[in-house]
């Protein structure tokens, strides 16, 4: 009983990565796969040749994955979200009228 030792996780709070990518970009590569098979599949019902079709989806694909990783390095792990947000945020505020500083300070 006194010989048991346990390993110590020195990964608690840090974010999930999978081969660089970080956050919420392991979910975008996630959809450019599951979308290159849609779009894979699509073609191939419609009668396009599979010799045509996997070059096609396959470049797609690594443009994807490529843009993916870039979007990941460039932005860091919260930071897409950031860049989102900030769009959200005015840019002026307009204040046409005192009437609402005197009536809270009368």
Same mark, same amino acid.
């Given at each position: ?23 919420? #970009? ?8 599951? /979308?290159? !098979?849609?779009?894979? %599949?699509?073609?191939? *019902?419609?009668? +396009? ?19 993916? #990783? ?8 919260? /930071?897409? !979200?950031?860049?989102? %947000?900030?769009?959200? *945020?005015?840019? +002026? ?14």
């Amino acid at each position: 009983m006194a010989g048991i030792v346990y390993p110590i996780n020195k990964g608690i709070n840090k974010s999930v990565e999978f081969k660089g990518l970080r956050a919420q #970009y392991i979910w975008w590569l996630g959809g450019v796969v599951i /979308g290159g !098979m849609i779009i894979f %599949a699509a073609l191939y *019902i419609i009668g +396009v040749s599979a010799y045509l079709c996997i070059p096609l989806v396959g470049g797609l694909g690594a443009v994807g994955v490529a843009r993916v #990783y870039r979007m990941s390095r460039r932005y860091g792990e919260y /930071g897409l !979200m950031k860049r989102r %947000a900030r769009g959200n *945020i005015p840019k +002026v505020i307009h204040a046409r009228s005192r009437r609402l500083f005197k009536q809270r300070f009368s």
